[in-house]
């Protein structure tokens, strides 16, 4: 079992015209042993890049890996002591479960026969696929193959594995089942885990911690909690969370800070009274990005202070367990936000309705370089929620 360092790791691709491709640019993330990191981020941030560098597939254009007190970067991929698991299983089509699961093994250590056939029993146990080890992946479905691609990267007992998307193939039901699955798997074995994905909810939900990746950079590393409640920046803010948080352009105006949407000439829709403990968060700031997510906002029966707005229901998303109501300013606004209420409360669309946002759960974001001035304060849900 390892630590894992990657230290400012860049890649720059040449494309076909000859032109630079900065696929990843000097990511620096220091991952614990035996930790379950997850990488997220969108389509082409980066991440299979940064995951086929740990691995050897792809060189490093600059920067350090270092798993233990080893350098590794310059070590061919079978000399890393990594297993890889890929999203499209990359299983060999004409060799049994047993083969594919035993293959690595023959080839690359000198274990005897016996030792392997053991292990790969023991593991298929453990994976639940014990009955399929003869048969070939044309006869299995795309679960039972991708535990078969988990497998043989168990088998190795390697010091790291590194997941690319191994869910993403697999429907929604089996997708959660397989996510819990893994997760517990992985703290058994507690082999140290990088796990890619561009879903959040994956990410939230899997991680000791997730590094969050935008354009080849790395915009965060922190708990999925701290994530979520103190954002670095407004990517990471709007990245994290479903429904997204809410923004608005605003200007800051003495004691308000006033809706003054980019791009638009038209008037904003509201003004916003901050503390003065707001205000200092704020500095020198003129324009400023304020962030609401869509549970923080409260319906009310009657407006009580300059917090309340009067807005109309656009539109009702059921979830069931939730409401997703997008609220206007008025009943013909364009520009609708997101707030979640009770999925028993009734709610219809063209209704009027009161939207609270506390000053308590507001994010502010400095409006040019994104990075977050003020993040929500935990200090009521803390005080408020008993402990398990
Ligand atoms: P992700 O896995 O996050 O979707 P990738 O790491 O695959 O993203 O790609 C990151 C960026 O690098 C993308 O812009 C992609 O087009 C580019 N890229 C990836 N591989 C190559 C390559 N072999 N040659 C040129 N550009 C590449
Ligand atoms: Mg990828």
Request: charged letters at 30%.
């Amino acid at each position: 079992m390892a630590r894992l360092e990657l230290d400012d790791l860049t890649k720059v691709f040449t494309d076909d015209d000859g032109g630079e491709v900065v696929a990843v640019e000097e990511v620096s993330i220091d991952i614990a042993d035996g930790e379950f990191l997850v990488l997220v981020g969108p389509s082409g941030c980066g991440k299979s890049t940064t995951l086929r560098m740990i691995a050897g597939l792809e060189t490093v254009s600059d920067g350090r890996i270092r798993l233990g007190d080893r350098v590794i970067d310059d070590k061919k991929p079978q000399d890393r002591d990594i297993a890889m698991v890929f999203q499209s299983y990359a299983l060999y089509p004409h060799m049994t479960v047993r083969g594919n699961m035993s293959f690595g093994l023959e080839e690359s250590t000198e274990m005897p026969d016996d030792e392997i056939r053991t292990l790969v029993d023991d593991t298929a146990g453990m994976l639940g696929i014990a009955e399929l080890l003869e048969r070939t992946p044309t006869e299995l479905s795309g679960g039972q193959r991708q535990r078969v691609a988990l497998g043989r990267a168990i088998v190795r007992e390697p010091e790291v594995f590194l997941m690319d998307e191994p869910l993403s193939n697999l429907d929604a039901k089996l997708r959660s089942e397989m996510r819990t699955e893994l997760q517990r798997l992985q703290e058994d074995l507690d082999t140290t885990t990088v796990y890619v994905t561009h879903d959040q909810t994956e990410a939230m939900t899997m991680g000791d911690r997730i590094a969050i990746l935008n354009d080849g950079r790395l915009q965060q590393v922190a708990t999925p909690l701290e994530a979520y409640h103190q954002p670095a920046n407004r990517f990471v803010a709007g990245f994290i969370g479903e429904p997204s948080m809410n923004f608005f352009d605003v200007e800051v105006q003495g004691d308000q800070l006033v809706h003054a949407p980019a791009g638009d000439t038209s008037a904003g829709e509201f003004s916003y009274p901050i503390s003065a403990d707001t205000r200092e968060s704020l500095q020198a700031t003129s324009r400023a990005t304020l962030g609401i997510r869509p549970e923080d906002i409260e319906i009310v029966g009657a407006a009580e202070s300059g917090r309340d707005f009067d807005t109309t229901v656009d539109v009702v998303e059921p979830m069931g367990d939730e409401n997703n109501l997008y609220l206007g300013f008025s009943a013909d606004s364009e520009r609708t936000f997101v707030a979640t209420v009770g999925g028993m409360r009734r709610v219809e669309e063209g209704q009027p309705a009161v939207a609270r946002v506390p000053e308590s759960a507001i994010h502010l974001f400095d409006a040019d370089t994104g990075g977050a001035l003020q993040n929500r304060t935990l200090r009521d849900a803390a005080a408020t929620e008993p402990e398990l």
